[in-house]
């Protein structure tokens, strides 16, 4: 009887030390990965927020060049188009986007070489309203700091490192929440925001509310990433499961892809190739003819045209629009003024229609006002949980110490997180790769740590 209750309490005692190895390692893998990607999260969460408003945005502060007085009679495409070009001298029209209603002004893009401005055009009176460059309009510099691609491609793939830690913060976050004996901190907040345990609680139960719409925002966001998305694009399409690759089989090619002509494509289709025109004697259709032929065929107003910039090139009508039934792509042979590619929502695989969704959502685009307030509530929720972290680890820390959490007493708990880093590595290789570091500079410290002490 003696001998069966003193293997118990052994037994017993090397569980909970194996529980409280695990429960400090993983709080350690918690603490730096927030420690790397608190600053990111924050800025991602404010520009996302702002982003999900843009309609919103160009519709008030941005009215004067959007909004029109409706007329008795608009303006004819090529003579918006002709009246944009000589508003800046020596440029050419590369793409004009058809007005969205009857009191919205029309866009050309022009080109200088490889410059670019957008003009805002009166359809009615010819008025110009405005010339901006497509990279200092305020709902891109809005986008572009949202993906920090207004850093640059190199630091752009900070975002896939970024979602992926954002995912792994989520699961880890569970696990240290996850209830253990105490009543408090899992469903409601103790204290005052004077106490320590207030914001632990705040940042627990905050995160534990908006976790899967924050792992839903890290997994949609990465289809953007440099590397993940464009490899998960590029095998997609490689198995049939993107874009549907046999509507190009009867029809000539380009070099160029529909982010070479569009000023923006959606997801599934920006890689996708775009047709050539057939050339031969017959004269070009122009654009008011191809401005009707896509009017004809049922574009959603305010679509896009690509206007062909060479003899081989096609007019390239296409729009992205909330309402993902709506949405359609159509190349028209400059020459015969036939549509050589039409593809539509609807024509996309079921993965595809899958993703497509995924990224409406994302961009709070999908259910409307409902679909806008859900995502801004994810938005608010990132941003509190990070500020949370910051005061309850400021509140924490000794004095002139960083504060790291304690280490786990058995270090074999690390073969475990070593696997788990390797299947995540496989997933996402780049935030796999960062994991690796982290580690490796956890395992430093826990070397060196024991040679400071006996120094000191």
């Known amino acids: 009887m003696t001998t069966a209750s003193f293997t ?10 194996r529980g409280i190895s695990l429960y400090r390692a993983i709080w350690r893998w918690h603490f730096f990965a927030g420690l790397l990607v608190i600053p990111f999260m924050i800025s991602l969460a404010l520009t996302g927020g702002l982003y999900l408003f843009n309609d919103e945005i160009d519709d008030t502060v941005f009215a004067y060049r959007n909004v029109v007085a409706a007329g008795a009679e608009r303006m004819s495409p090529s003579a918006i188009v002709a009246t944009a070009v000589e508003s800046v ?31 805002f055009v009166d359809p009615y ?13 305020f709902n891109q510099v809005v986008e572009d700091l949202h993906s920090l691609d207004y850093f640059g491609k190199s630091v752009e793939t900070i975002i896939e490192i970024v979602a992926g830690f954002a995912i792994l913060l989520v699961f880890t976050g569970i696990y ?77 090619t380009s070099s160029k892809v529909s982010t070479d002509v569009l000023p923006r494509a959606n ?36 679509y896009e045209l690509a206007i062909p910039l060479d003899e081989t090139a096609v007019y390239t009508a296409a729009i992205f629009p909330a309402d993902l039934a709506r949405e359609r792509t159509i190349h028209i042979d400059q ?4 549509p050589l590619v039409d593809i539509s929502f609807g024509d996309y695989p079921a993965f595809g229609k899958a993703i497509e969704w995924s990224i409406n959502v994302h961009k709070g685009q999908e259910w409307g006002r409902v679909n806008q307030l859900l995502m801004l509530a994810a938005c608010i929720s990132i941003v509190l949980v990070s500020l949370s972290a910051v005061i ?50 956890d395992q430093l410290l826990m070397r060196v740590a024991p040679v400071r002490r006996r120094l000191s």
């Open 8 to 17: 118990n309490a052994v037994d017993s005692s090397a569980a909970t030390e």
């Open 89 to 119: 001298p020596g440029s050419v029209a590369v793409s004009y986007r058809t007005p969205a209603g009857v009191d919205r002004s029309a866009r050309v893009t022009v080109g200088i070489g490889k410059a670019r401005m957008l003009v």
């Open 125 to 137: 009176t010819g008025s110009i309203l405005d010339r901006v460059a497509p990279s200092e309009e």
């Open 176 to 252: 240290l929440w996850w209830p253990r004996q105490q009543t408090g901190g899992v469903l409601t907040v103790r204290g005052t925001p004077a106490r320590r345990v207030f914001w632990r609680d705040l940042h627990a139960v905050t995160g534990i509310g908006a976790g899967l719409l924050i792992v839903f925002l890290a997994f949609s966001g990465l289809l953007w990433s440099g590397y993940w998305g464009a490899t998960v694009n590029g095998k997609l399409t490689a198995m049939g499961l993107g874009y549907p690759a046999a509507l190009w089989d009867e029809v000539p």
């Open 267 to 302: 997801w599934l289709m920006e890689n996708a190739p775009v047709p050539a025109s057939s050339g031969g004697a017959d004269e070009p259709v122009g654009i008011d003819r191809a401005v009707a032929i896509a009017d004809a065929e049922g574009m959603l107003p305010g």
């Open 335 to 338: 020459y015969s003024g036939k």
């Open 392 to 441: 309850m680890w400021w509140k924490r820390r000794p004095a002139g110490r960083i504060g790291v959490p304690p280490m786990p007493p058995r270090r074999s708990v690390y073969v475990g997180l070593w696997l788990m880093a390797i299947v995540f590595g496989l997933a996402f290789p780049l935030t796999g790769i960062s994991i690796v570091v982290m580690v490796i500079v």
